[in-house]
């Protein structure tokens, strides 16, 4: 039961939630494009990846590396940054649109601004 709901409540649950809720349909997880996006818009050529703020350094308040291991982590974590860069600068040059919502986003009391930042992207 636990394992479900908070499947339920994950980032990637409450972009797609939103954004079927505007109307859009999407495909998930397309492994033929770079990254692997998330959520892709086939007929608006746009994609959506949904990102945690700890493993693609967003540099919020999630994001504290532990100070056991730092060199490590810091070396795992500007690994990851460096390709999330590269997958977003690969799928432009094939003229996707992308947007990157970071996991502290969707928190409920900061739907509404999702929502309209959503909208703006997708809006053709
Ligand atoms: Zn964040």
Not at 63 to 69: D, H, Q
Not at 87 to 109: D, I, K, P, S, Y
Request: proline letters at 5%; charged letters at 30%; hydrophobic letters at 35%.
């Amino acid at each position: 039961m636990a394992a479900v709901k908070s499947k339920d409540t994950t980032p990637e649950m409450v972009v797609r939630r939103l954004v079927h809720g505007m109307g859009y349909r999407y495909r998930l997880h397309v492994a033929s494009l770079p990254g692997n996006p998330d959520l892709v818009l086939p007929r608006h050529r746009k994609v959506i990846f949904v990102s945690g703020c700890f493993w693609h350094r967003h540099g919020c308040g999630r994001c504290r590396i532990p100070a056991a291991r730092r060199r490590y982590w810091v070396g795992k974590l500007e690994r990851n940054a460096a390709r999330d860069k590269r997958v977003q600068r690969a799928l432009r040059r094939q003229g996707w649109g992308v947007m990157v919502v970071w996991e502290c986003q969707t928190q409920r009391a900061k739907l509404d601004r999702l929502q309209n930042r959503l909208d703006r992207f997708l809006t053709p």
